[in-house]
C-alpha cells in the first residue's frame, strides 16, 4: 500500500477513508464517522478490479458482502452480524457454478453443508455442529460413481476425500469433529504429496512433502512457528 487518505476530527477519524496500492489506484474505500467504519466499504485488486463489497455498522461487517475473483466472477456470498458470518453462504467457481451452499452461526459452521462439482454433480454433504464436522455423507467422482468415504461418523475416525477422476486425494483423522491425528495427502498418480499430524485443526511437529515422483523434496516443523 501506497498510501492513505484520510481526516481527524476531535481525535477521531470522521471522513471518507481511501487506501492506495504502489501504481497509485485505490485499495480501499469507506468512511470513518466518530473513529469507526460505517457505510459501504470496497476492497480493490491491485488491478483495480473489485474484491470484496459490504456495510460496516459500529466498525463490524453487518448485513450481505460479497466477494470477487480478479477476473470479476463472484465467488462468495453471505451475510455478516456483528462482525461474524451468520445464516446461508454460498459459494461459486470462476464460472458461476455453485461449488458450496452452507449455514453459519457466530462466525461456525453448522448444519448441512452441501458441496459440488462444476457438473452439478454432488461432492459430498457435510454436517457440521458449532464448527466441528460431525458426519459425512457419500463420497462421488465426477461422474457420479460412489467412493469409499472412510470409517469417520460422529466426529470420529478416518475420512478419504478425491480428486474428481476418483484417484484418492487424502485420508484425514479426525476426533471430536477436529483434525487430530495422522493426515496423508497424494498427488493425482497415487504417490504421496504431503504427510504428518494434525492436533485441533492445525498442523503440528514436522512435515514431509514429496515430488509427484514421490521423491522428498522437502520438511517442515510446525511446532518451531
Same mark, same amino acid.
Given at each position: ?27 480501499? @474505500? /469507506?468512511?470513518? !464517522? $466518530?473513529?469507526? *467504519? +460505517?457505510?459501504? =466499504? ?5 488491478? &483495480?478490479? #473489485?474484491? %470484496? ?23 462468495? @456470498? /453471505?451475510?455478516? !452480524? $456483528?462482525?461474524? *458470518? +451468520?445464516?446461508? =453462504? ?5 464460472? &458461476?457454478? #455453485?461449488? %458450496? ?27 457440521? !455442529? ?13 461422474? &457420479? ?81
Amino acid at each position: 500500500v501506497l498510501g492513505r487518505e484520510y481526516y481527524y476530527s476531535n481525535g477521531l477519524l470522521d471522513s471518507v477513508y481511501h487506501e492506495y496500492f504502489d501504481n497509485g489506484l485505490i485499495s480501499v @474505500e /469507506g468512511k470513518y !464517522k $466518530f473513529g469507526q *467504519k +460505517t457505510g459501504t =466499504w470496497l476492497s480493490m485488486y491491485v488491478s &483495480g478490479q #473489485l474484491y %470484496s463489497i459490504g456495510e460496516y455498522v459500529s466498525d463490524l461487517k453487518t448485513g450481505v458482502w460479497k466477494y470477487f475473483t480478479e477476473t470479476g466472477a463472484l465467488e462468495s @456470498e /453471505g451475510e455478516f !452480524k $456483528f462482525g461474524l *458470518k +451468520t445464516g446461508q =453462504w454460498i459459494y461459486y467457481y470462476p464460472s &458461476g457454478k #455453485l461449488q %458450496s451452499i452452507g449455514s453459519f452461526a457466530n462466525d461456525e459452521k453448522v448444519g448441512l453443508w452441501g458441496h459440488f462439482y462444476e457438473n452439478d454433480q454432488v461432492i459430498q454433504d457435510e454436517n457440521w !455442529k458449532l464448527g466441528k464436522l460431525s458426519d459425512v455423507g457419500d463420497y462421488f467422482s465426477i461422474q &457420479g460413481q460412489i467412493l469409499p468415504k472412510g470409517n469417520f461418523a460422529n466426529g470420529n475416525g478416518t475420512r478419504r476425500t478425491y480428486y474428481p477422476t476418483g484417484e484418492l486425494r487424502s485420508k484425514e483423522v479426525y476426533q471430536n469433529g477436529q483434525g487430530n491425528g495422522h493426515w496423508t495427502l497424494y498427488h493425482i498418480g497415487g504417490n504421496m504429496e504431503s504427510e504428518g499430524d494434525y492436533r485441533d485443526n492445525e498442523k503440528v511437529g514436522v512435515w514431509k512433502y514429496y515430488n509427484k515422483k514421490g521423491k522428498l523434496i522437502g520438511t517442515r516443523n510446525f511446532s518451531l512457528d
